[in-house]
């Protein structure tokens, strides 16, 4: 949900001293992460867009990366390369969905001489591709 923060987990407990991490996002690979213990780098990069600007938090001990107030413009494929005694890649797809303004419910009733109709409007403003669906009880 927009605002909140991503955790994406190397899955080590610890780097090795021989371990290079890199992170990279999106389908062009852009480097975002680069950590290497034996050559002291530890460092996060923005793509040219500045999305990533302040948002990249690292755990020191793992090399697991922290996105925070994410939005949708973060939504992608986040790739994840430690590159030590062994090689390990994994891929992370993060979904993003937008805060929608609370809907207004409204009730429009008729009647005749032998019945009473009621229908229910839902509406929110500025949204587009919205589905509304209706529920009672569990169905």
Not at 2 to 28: H, K, N, P
Not at 77 to 86: C, V
Not at 91 to 108: E, G, H, K, M
């Amino acid at each position: 949900m927009e605002g909140d923060s991503v955790t994406l987990q190397t899955g080590v407990t610890e780097i090795q001293y021989d371990d290079d991490i890199l992170w990279t996002f999106g389908a062009e690979k852009s480097l975002i992460v680069k950590i290497s213990i034996e050559k002291q780098i530890f460092s996060t990069f923005d793509v040219p867009d500045e999305r990533f600007r302040d948002r990249l938090k690292l755990e020191n001990q793992t090399g697991s990366l922290t996105i925070t107030n994410i939005t949708t413009e973060h939504a992608g494929e986040y790739q994840l390369e430690i590159n030590g005694a062994k090689l390990t890649s994994k891929t992370f797809s993060v979904s993003v969905y937008a805060l929608l303004p609370t809907p207004n419910i409204t009730r429009d009733c008729s009647s005749s001489s032998s019945q009473q109709n009621c229908s229910l409007v839902c509406s929110v403003l500025n949204v587009g591709h919205v589905t509304l669906s209706w529920y009672k009880g569990n169905s």
